[in-house]
C-alpha cells in the first residue's frame, strides 16, 4: 500500500510554469506505476500523464503533449509534474495516482490517490 501527499500547486500568471510533486510514502513506491489527472470545476476527472515504475516509459494525454512532462525520483519517493506556458483552462485540481501495473488513462485503473493540489492560471 501507497499513500501519496501532491504539492507545488498555487496561483500562477498565464505563461508562467509549475513543478507539482507527488511524495510517496513507504519503501514500496518505485514498484509502483503514477499517474497524474486534474479536474476543473464541473468537468470530469481528466488523464494528463503516467510514467512507469522505472520512470523507462511515459505516457500522455494528446492534449497534454508538448507542455507537461512526467517524472520521478525513486530515491527520494517522489513523482513529478512540470507545467510550462500555463494556460487559464489548466486551472484545476490536480491528483497524482498510483498502481502496481496500469499506466493507462481511466481514473479508475489506479488504486491509490493523493488529496490534490490547486493550480490556478490568471489571465
Known amino acids: 500500500q501507497v499513500q501519496l501527499v501532491e504539492s507545488g500547486g498555487g496561483l500562477v500568471q498565464t505563461g508562467g510554469s509549475l513543478r507539482l510533486s507527488c511524495a510517496g510514502s513507504g519503501r514500496t513506491f518505485s514498484s509502483y506505476t503514477m499517474g497524474w489527472f486534474r479536474q476543473a470545476p464541473g468537468k470530469e476527472r481528466e488523464f494528463v500523464a503516467a510514467i512507469s515504475w522505472s520512470g523507462g516509459s511515459t505516457y500522455y494525454a494528446d492534449s497534454m503533449k508538448g507542455r507537461f512532462t512526467i517524472s520521478r525520483d525513486n530515491a527520494k519517493n517522489t513523482g513529478y509534474l512540470q507545467i510550462d506556458s500555463l494556460k487559464p483552462e489548466d486551472t484545476a485540481v490536480y491528483y497524482c495516482?498510483?498502481?502496481?501495473?496500469?499506466?493507462?488513462?481511466?481514473?479508475?485503473?489506479?488504486?491509490?490517490w493523493g488529496q490534490g493540489t490547486q493550480v490556478t492560471v490568471s489571465s
Open positions: 495516482a498510483a498502481d502496481k501495473e496500469y499506466t493507462g488513462t481511466s481514473r479508475y485503473g489506479y488504486d491509490y
